[in-house]
C-alpha cells in the first residue's frame, strides 16, 4: 500500500467475446475500472448484464478480445501458463456456489494447503498459515479435519474465503459470494469481509445482483447493463439516488423490508414503469 | 478448549459415515460374494501349476468321455484329457486374455476421455469421432481378420478386443470429466494457481476413477465373453487349454456326452455373473450416497416421537368455516439411517379467501416442506401427519391420494422456485398449459387453447402465439415463471401455493412477478400462500406472516404489526439482516475509524 490513490487494478475499454472473432456472442463491450488498494468496488446488474464475466476476465477465466487489465502496473490482459499461476499469489476468488466450489472428495486443511503446498511452501509452514486463516474465519480447529460436506452454506462460504486469503493476495475477486446465503449468515459473511479488509488490507472485487449488499460492503459501485458500465461511482449515492434511469429502475425493483416504505417505493416503480411504457410507445 | 473437543467427538460418527466405498462394498452379501468368487478364481488361475491333479494335455484314452470317476473328478474329453485339469489350466488363459483386453482399453481410453473431457477443443473433437466409429465396426470380423492375419497371435487378438471395448472407456471418462470441469473448485484450483496437469490428477482423477471401476468389472465380463467366442470358432492353439475350445468340443459331443459343455459353460457363467454382479453392487454404492432406513427403525423412531411431542405452535385467526385453508398440527418427517427425523413439529396457520400469507424462515425451517405437504408433494422418505389440512371445506389430509391428485390444478395452484426445471424441454409450453386443462377439467382441444391463451394473455405475455408453439428453452426465466403462473391460474383455483416464485429471478423480474401475483390474486380472490426467504417480498404482498424456525413457528401476525414491533427477537433478527435502511459502508468506515481514534488515547491514559 504505497500509494493509496494508485489503483491496484485498471481495466480499460474491455472486451470480450465468447466463440470465434467477430460471430461470436460479445459479453462485455469496452468495460473501464479500477480498484484501489483496500478498497471494495462493486458490480451490479441483472444476469446476463456482463457482471461475472468482468470478474472472470481479471481471473483469467474469461477471454480478453480487446481492451487492457493491469494489475499494479503489469498487463495482465494476456496472461498465460507460469505468468498467469505467478498471478495467483497476488489475485485470488470467492465463488458463489458453496457446494460446488468445494472439491467434496479432499479435507478442508488439504483444500485450504493445496494453494500453499502448489507454490512451494513446506508442509508444516502450510499448516500454520491454514490454522491462522482457520482461526481468521472464525471456524474451530478441528474443521480442517473434516469434509466439506459436513458443513452449512455459511461456513463453507468461510472455507472459501479462507482458501482465498492463505496466500495473501491483494485482490480478491467475489462472485456473489453471498447469495446463496440465508440472510442471517448473509450478513455475519459481509461482516467477515469487512473485517478481513480492514485487518489487511485487501480489495475486493464483489459482483452481486443486490444492491443491500452492495451498499454494505463497497465503497464505489459499477451499475452494468447488457455487457456496458451504465454508471459508476460512490455506494451509498449510487444505491440511493442513482443518476443513470436503469439503476434507478434496479433500485425501485428491490422491495425493501418495511411495509410503508415498500407501497411507497412499489408506486414509484410503476409509475417509472409507466413511463417506460409511455416512452416505448412513443 | 471445549468447542474443539466437540468438533473432535461428532467428528467420529460422520467419519464413519464417510467409509470407502470397498468397505462398505464387502459389507453388502452380493458385494462379499461376488469378491470372494473373483478372488478363488484368480487363487486358481494362479495355483494352476500345483493345484492341477494332472497334466492338462496328458492323454489317457482310456479316460476318453469318461464319466466323474475318483481318478477324473469331472471325468475325461474326447481325447481323454482331464476335465478338471484343463479347466483349472483355462482359468489362467482366460483371465490372462481379459487382463490385456482390459488394460489395452483402460490405457488407451481413460486418459484419451479425460484429456477429450479437460481441453474440449479438437482432440476432442477428433477423439469422439474415433470412439464413434470404433463403435460402429463390426467387432467379429476385424477379430477374425487380425487373427487370420497374425496367426492367431493370442495376446494380440486380447489386445484387438481391448481396442474394441476403449469407447466405452473413453465415453465414461469424458463425460465425468467435463461434469466436473464445470465445477466452480476446479476453476478456484486455477486461479489458486494448479497446473492443468496436477488439477487433473488432484481433482478429476478422484471423481473419475470410481465409474471406471465399475466399467471394469463390466468390461472384464465381456472381454472373457468374447475370448470364449473366439475361442469356440476354433482360434487359438489347440495345446492351450482354453474355456471357449473346452466348449466347442462340448457342443459337438452334447448328445452323447452333456457333461462336457457343462463344466467349462459353468465356470464362464459363474465368473461372468459375478464380474456383473459386482459392477452393479458398486454402482449402486457410488449412486446412493446413504443406505436407506429399515422400516423397523422408522416404526420405532415413530414410537419414540410420539412419546415426546411437544403442542402444536402456531394459532388460528379465523373461523374454520371461514378460511379457505387450514392446517392443524402438521408434522413432517424424513426417514434417515438412524431412524426418523421430524423436520416441522406440528404447526397450525389458516388463511382467508383473498389473503396473502407469507410464510418465511431461513433454510432448514421447514418452510418449504409446509407446502410440498399441503400439495402431497413430499420428496421420497418424506411423511407427513396432520391433524386436518382443509382446503375449501374438505380435509384433504383424509382423501385418497387419486382425489386428492386430481384437487391440484383445479382447487390448488402450485408455482414454483425453479421455473425452468419446472417445464418439461421436450414440449410446447401451448402443449403444457393445455395438457392439464384436457385431462383434469375435460376440456376439448379448441377450449383448452383458449383458456391457455387467454392466460397467457393475463399475465402480460405480449407475442401469445410465439409463445404458444415456444419450447421451454426459448424464452426466458421471467417469461418462464409467467407462463407457470398461467398455468397454475388456468384452473380457477382457490388457493395458490408459491415456493420462493421470485428467488431465481432478477429484481426487475422479481418486481414485475410479485406485481402480477397481486393483480391476479385481487382479480380472482383466491388465497395466496408464498413461501420465502426475502423480508422485502413480504414487505411487498403479504397481509399476513407466519415466521417458521427449525420446524416451528415462532411468530403470527399481520406484517404491519410484525414490521413495526415483532414479539420475538428471532424475528426481529431476521428483519434487521434484509440491510434495508442499514450503515453504507462509508458509515461502516467513518464509525471505525472514529473508534479507532476515540480508543487510541484511551489506551495511552492507561
Redesign the interface.
Known amino acids: 500500500m504505497a500509494d493509496v490513490n494508485t489503483p491496484l487494478l485498471t481495466v480499460e475499454d474491455l472486451v470480450v467475446e465468447y466463440g470465434s472473432r467477430g460471430k461470436g456472442f460479445r459479453a462485455l463491450h469496452g468495460v473501464s475500472i479500477d480498484i484501489k488498494p483496500g478498497e471494495c468496488v462493486g458490480v451490479v446488474g441483472e444476469s446476463g448484464s456482463g457482471k461475472s464475466t468482468l470478474g472472470n476476465a481479471i481471473l483469467g477465466l474469461a477471454p480478453v478480445t480487446e481492451g487492457k487489465i493491469t494489475f499494479d502496473g503489469e498487463d495482465i490482459s494476456h496472461a498465460k501458463g507460469a505468468d498467469r499461476r505467478r498471478l495467483a499469489k497476488s489475485i485470488q476468488v470467492v465463488f458463489q456456489d458453496p457446494y460446488g466450489s468445494l472439491d467434496p472428495t479432499m479435507r478442508v486443511g488439504d483444500i485450504l494447503a493445496e494453494p500453499l503446498t502448489v507454490a512451494g511452501e513446506s508442509k508444516d509452514k502450510a499448516r500454520d498459515a491454514v490454522a491462522e486463516m482457520i482461526e481468521r474465519v472464525h471456524l474451530p480447529a478441528g474443521t480442517i479435519d473434516r469434509y466439506p460436506s459436513e458443513f452449512s452454506g455459511g461456513q463453507r462460504q468461510r472455507i472459501a474465503i479462507a482458501r482465498a486469503l492463505v496466500r495473501r493476495p491483494r485482490l480478491i475477486v467475489c462472485d456473489e459470494p453471498v447469495s446463496a446465503l440465508d440472510l442471517t449468515t448473509q450478513s455475519t459473511v459481509i461482516d467477515l469481509f469487512i473485517e478481513i479488509q480492514r485487518d489487511i488490507g485487501v480489495s475486493y472485487l464483489f459482483v452481486s445482483h443486490d444492491l443491500g449488499v452492495v451498499r454494505r460492503i463497497c465503497h464505489r459501485v459499477a451499475v452494468m447493463q447488457r455487457g456496458e458500465i451504465v454508471e459508476f461511482g460512490d455506494a451509498a449515492m449510487v444505491t440511493s439516488e442513482p443518476e443513470h434511469p436503469y439503476s434507478a429502475r434496479l433500485l425501485l425493483a428491490s422491495p425493501v423490508a418495511d411495509p410503508a416504505a415498500q407501497a411507497q417505493r412499489r408506486q414509484n416503480w410503476l409509475a417509472l414503469r409507466e413511463e417506460d411504457n409511455a416512452a416505448a410507445v412513443r | 478448549m471445549s468447542?474443539?473437543a466437540i468438533?473432535?467427538e461428532d467428528?467420529d460418527p460422520?467419519a464413519s459415515k464417510?467409509q470407502s466405498i470397498f468397505s462398505r462394498f464387502i459389507r453388502t452379501p452380493a458385494g462379499i460374494i461376488s469378491l470372494g468368487v473373483i478372488l478363488f478364481i484368480i487363487a486358481v488361475a494362479v495355483l494352476a501349476p500345483w493345484i492341477s491333479p494332472q497334466d492338462p494335455n496328458y492323454v489317457d484314452l482310456f479316460a476318453a468321455k469318461a464319466p466323474p470317476s475318483a481318478e477324473h473328478w469331472l471325468g475325461g474329453d474326447s481325447t481323454g484329457r482331464d476335465i478338471l485339469s484343463r479347466l483349472i489350466w483355462g482359468t489362467r488363459t482366460t483371465l490372462w486374455g481379459a487382463l490385456i483386453t482390459i488394460v489395452t482399453a483402460l490405457v488407451i481410453g481413460a486418459p484419451a476421455g479425460v484429456v477429450a473431457g479437460y481441453f474440449g477443443g479438437a482432440f476432442d473433437r477428433a477423439a469422439s469421432w474415433v470412439s464413434d466409429a470404433i463403435q460402429a465396426i463390426p467387432g467379429m470380423i476385424i477379430l477374425l481378420v487380425v487373427a487370420a492375419g497374425t496367426r492367431q497371435n493370442f495376446p494380440l487378438l486380447m489386445a484387438t478386443v481391448g481396442v474394441l471395448l476403449t469407447p466405452g472407456y473413453y465415453r465414461i471418462a469424458r463425460a465425468r470429466t467435463l461434469t466436473i470441469r464445470n465445477?466452480?473448485?476446479v476453476?478456484?484450483?486455477?486461479?489458486?494457481?494448479?497446473?492443468h496437469p496436477?488439477i487433473i490428477v488432484?481433482?478429476i482423477f478422484?471423481?473419475v476413477y470410481a465409474p471406471i471401476i465399475i466399467q471394469t468389472a463390466l468390461a472384464a465380463g465381456i472381454a472373457m465373453g468374447i475370448q470364449a467366442g473366439l475361442q469356440f470358432l476354433g482360434i487359438g492353439s489347440a495345446n492351450v487349454p482354453s474355456w471357449g475350445a473346452m466348449m466347442n468340443e462340448g457342443f459337438r459331443f452334447m448328445l452323447t456326452s452333456p457333461l462336457l459343455l457343462l463344466w467349462p459353460s459353468a465356470a464362464l457363467g459363474v465368473t461372468i455373473a459375478a464380474l456383473a454382479v459386482m459392477g452393479s453392487t458398486l454402482g449402486d454404492l457410488v449412486r446412493v450416497r446413504t443406505p436407506s432406513a429399515g422400516k423397523k427403525a422408522t416404526a420405532a423412531a415413530a414410537t419414540a416421537n410420539a412419546a415426546a411431542r411437544a403442542p402444536a405452535t402456531g394459532a388460528f385467526a379465523y373461523d374454520a368455516d371461514k378460511a379457505a385453508v387450514r392446517v392443524e398440527n402438521l408434522r413432517v418427517a424424513y426417514a434417515t439411517p438412524s431412524g426418523e427425523s421430524e423436520v416441522v413439529h406440528g404447526i397450525s396457520f389458516d388463511v382467508a379467501p383473498g389473503e396473502v400469507l407469507g410464510i418465511v424462515g431461513?433454510?432448514g425451517s421447514g418452510k418449504s416442506q409446509t407446502v410440498f405437504s399441503m400439495l402431497d408433494l413430499l420428496p421420497s422418505g418424506g411423511r407427513y401427519e396432520a391433524d386436518g389440512i382443509v382446503i375449501s371445506g374438505r380435509d384433504v389430509a383424509k382423501l385418497p391420494a387419486k382425489e386428492r391428485a386430481k384437487l391440484l390444478g383445479s382447487e390448488i395452484g402450485y408455482i414454483p422456485q425453479e421455473p425452468m426445471s419446472n417445464l418439461d424441454p421436450c414440449y410446447t409450453i401451448g402443449f403444457q398449459l393445455m395438457q392439464p386443462l384436457r385431462s383434469v377439467h375435460k376440456k376439448s382441444r379448441k377450449e383448452a387453447r383458449d383458456i391457455a391463451r387467454a392466460m397467457l394473455e393475463r399475465v402480460g405475455i405480449a407475442d401469445v402465439d410465439r409463445v404458444m408453439k415456444s419450447y421451454p428453452f426459448e424464452i426466458s426465466?421471467g417469461m418462464a415463471q409467467r407462463v407457470l403462473i398461467a398455468g397454475a391460474i388456468a384452473g380457477q383455483p382457490s388457493v395458490l401455493l408459491a415456493d420462493e416464485p421470485t428467488t431465481a429471478l432478477?429484481?426487475?423480474?422479481?418486481?414485475e412477478v410479485?406485481?402480477l401475483l397481486r393483480e391476479l390474486q385481487d382479480e380472482f380472490h383466491m388465497a395466496l400462500v408464498l413461501v420465502t426467504?426475502?423480508?422485502?417480498?413480504?414487505?411487498?404482498i403479504c397481509d399476513r406472516v407466519i415466521v417458521m424456525r427449525d420446524g416451528d413457528i415462532v411468530e403470527v401476525g399481520e406484517?404491519?404489526e410484525t414490521?413495526a414491533g415483532a414479539k420475538e427477537p428471532y424475528t426481529r433478527?431476521?428483519?434487521s439482516?434484509?440491510?434495508?435502511?442499514?450503515?453504507?459502508?462509508?458509515?461502516?468506515?467513518e464509525e471505525?475509524a472514529g473508534k479507532g481514534a476515540n480508543a487510541q488515547p484511551a489506551a495511552q491514559g492507561a
Open positions: 468447542t474443539t468438533v473432535q467428528a460422520r464417510r465445477e466452480p473448485f476453476a478456484a484450483a486455477w486461479v489458486a494457481g494448479l497446473s496436477r488432484k481433482h478422484p471423481g431461513e433454510s426465466g432478477d429484481v426487475t423480474v422479481q418486481a410479485l406485481e426467504h426475502n423480508f422485502g417480498v413480504v414487505a411487498d406484517v404491519r414490521f433478527d431476521l428483519i439482516a434484509s440491510l434495508d435502511g442499514a450503515a453504507s459502508r462509508r458509515e461502516l468506515d471505525f
